[in-house]
């Protein structure tokens, strides 16, 4: 295990002192070419204690004549094809619900599983699509920060069960940082919407064990940990306090978790996923031994305490930054969304 500590440039330092190594940035989909904006796996950004960069608010796409005049085929699930009347432009872009869903609406901070495929708007060409093997979809987190706006704009408003063909504009598609790709062109933008993952864990409660610290839940499922009046366990151990009825995580996967972490000398959170306006997802290799120990095995759906031992956690160096002494025991509370 190491201890290189990384961050994404919407994402503060605390929020990825869990992880271990250099982390592939996850948002980078097989269509990162055309969904990502500055999204690199090379560098290591320097540390930073600035706060979390807001989500943008969701605005939703109205429908218009071009996005009406589209004709998809295909059934839902299943890679589309599209027919165009004639080249289109769309100086602004739009959306029109090919298939209406009955799910919940997807809006900025959902993490959500879809099928896309993205065409030329002016010859109908395919460009890029993901999504359609299995029956999950792809896994898509709607950060308001990270993704060509066009591409957010077709992911956000639509509701889950739902084919949407947006039609976006050159300008939607081009990159929020200017210069890290290639100008894109309008686009046709096919979105099968399959689910949203769930923000907190949803398993059956369990029973508290003795000698765990108690956690207690707010309304939106954000914990508040309160360490027992004792010195910790030398070994790891592992509390589940939800049982969810998912699948087996397994080892390595790649998870979607919501979490937050204490010391056990202090009391204090020194990292979580909590009020950052999107869950994390990391690889179970990427993250301390501690942490990987108590999601895997785990089902989906499920909430689980873990006490990290220091040879678990960060070992003899620590982690200063976070006020992570040597001989910390460190808790998390690990609320296993998603495994893709």
Same mark, same amino acid.
């Given at each position: 295990?190491?201890?290189?500590?990384? &961050?994404?440039?919407?994402?503060?330092?605390?929020?990825?002192?869990?992880?271990?190594?250099?982390?592939?940035?996850?948002?980078?989909?097989?269509?990162?070419?055309?969904?990502?904006?500055?999204?690199?796996?090379?560098?290591?950004?320097?540390?930073?204690?600035?706060?979390?960069?807001?989500?943008?608010?969701?605005?939703?796409?109205? #429908?218009?004549?071009?996005?009406?005049?589209?004709?998809?085929?295909?059934?839902?699930?299943?890679?589309? /094809?599209?027919?165009?009347?004639?080249?289109?432009?769309?100086?602004?872009?739009?959306?029109? +619900?090919?298939?209406?869903?009955?799910? #919940?609406? &997807?809006?900025?901070?959902?993490?959500?599983?879809?099928?896309?495929? +993205?065409?030329?708007?002016?010859?109908?060409?395919?460009?890029?699509?993901?999504?359609?093997?299995?029956? /999950?979809?792809?896994?898509?987190?709607?950060?308001?920060?990270?993704?060509?706006?066009?591409?957010?704009?077709?992911?956000?408003?639509?509701?889950?069960?739902?084919?949407?063909?947006?039609?976006?504009?050159?300008?939607?598609?081009?990159?929020?940082?200017?210069?890290?790709?290639?100008?894109?062109?309008?686009?046709?933008?096919?979105?099968?919407?399959?689910?949203?993952?769930?923000?907190?864990?949803?398993?059956?409660?369990?029973?508290?064990?003795?000698?765990?610290?108690?956690? &207690?839940?707010?309304?939106?499922?954000?914990?508040?940990?309160?360490?027992?009046?004792?010195?910790?366990?030398?070994?790891?151990?592992?509390?589940?306090?939800?049982?969810?009825?998912?699948?087996?995580?397994?080892?390595?996967?790649?998870?979607?978790?919501?979490?937050?972490?204490?010391?056990?000398?202090?009391?204090?959170?020194?990292?979580?996923?909590?009020?950052?306006?999107?869950?994390?997802?990391?690889?179970?290799?990427?993250?301390?031994?501690?942490?990987?120990?108590?999601?895997?095995?785990?089902?989906?759906?499920?909430?689980?305490?873990?006490? +990290?031992?220091?040879?678990?956690?960060?070992?003899?160096?620590?982690?200063?930054?976070?006020?992570?002494?040597?001989?910390? &025991?460190?808790?998390?509370?690990?609320?296993?969304?998603?495994?893709?």
């Amino acid at each position: 295990m190491t201890d290189t500590t990384e &961050t994404t440039r919407a994402s503060s330092t605390r929020a990825s002192r869990l992880r271990r190594g250099r982390v592939p940035a996850l948002v980078c989909v097989p269509i990162a070419a055309l969904l990502l904006a500055g999204c690199t796996t090379d560098a290591d950004p320097a540390p930073t204690d600035a706060p979390s960069v807001s989500a943008t608010p969701t605005t939703c796409l109205e #429908p218009g004549a071009e996005s009406d005049s589209v004709r998809v085929s295909g059934g839902f699930g299943e890679k589309p /094809s599209i027919e165009l009347a004639a080249p289109l432009a769309a100086e602004t872009s739009q959306q029109t +619900v090919v298939v209406a869903g009955k799910g #919940p609406s &997807t809006e900025v901070g959902d993490v959500v599983r879809v099928a896309i495929t +993205v065409f030329d708007a002016e010859s109908g060409a395919e460009l890029s699509t993901a999504g359609y093997t299995g029956d /999950s979809g792809e896994q898509l987190t709607i950060s308001g920060q990270f993704y060509v706006p066009g591409i957010e704009g077709a992911l956000s408003c639509a509701r889950a069960g739902s084919r949407t063909v947006t039609v976006a504009s050159a300008a939607d598609m081009q990159p929020a940082t200017p210069g890290t790709a290639a100008p894109n062109p309008a686009a046709v933008i096919v979105v099968d919407t399959f689910s949203l993952v769930p923000t907190s864990a949803t398993g059956e409660p369990q029973a508290a064990v003795e000698g765990f610290p108690e956690v &207690t839940l707010a309304d939106d499922g954000r914990p508040t940990v309160t360490i027992p009046d004792a010195d910790p366990p030398t070994d790891l151990r592992i509390e589940v306090l939800k049982k969810g009825d998912g699948e087996v995580v397994p080892d390595p996967a790649n998870v979607t978790v919501q979490y937050q972490g204490v010391t056990w000398r202090t009391g204090e959170v020194f990292d979580e996923s909590w009020g950052r306006g999107s869950v994390a997802s990391f690889s179970t290799d990427q993250v301390v031994s501690g942490f990987a120990e108590a999601m895997i095995g785990q089902t989906v759906g499920s909430q689980v305490v873990v006490i +990290v031992p220091p040879a678990d956690g960060y070992g003899d160096a620590g982690e200063p930054g976070a006020e992570i002494e040597p001989t910390d &025991t460190l808790v998390f509370v690990i609320d296993i969304l998603a495994v893709a």
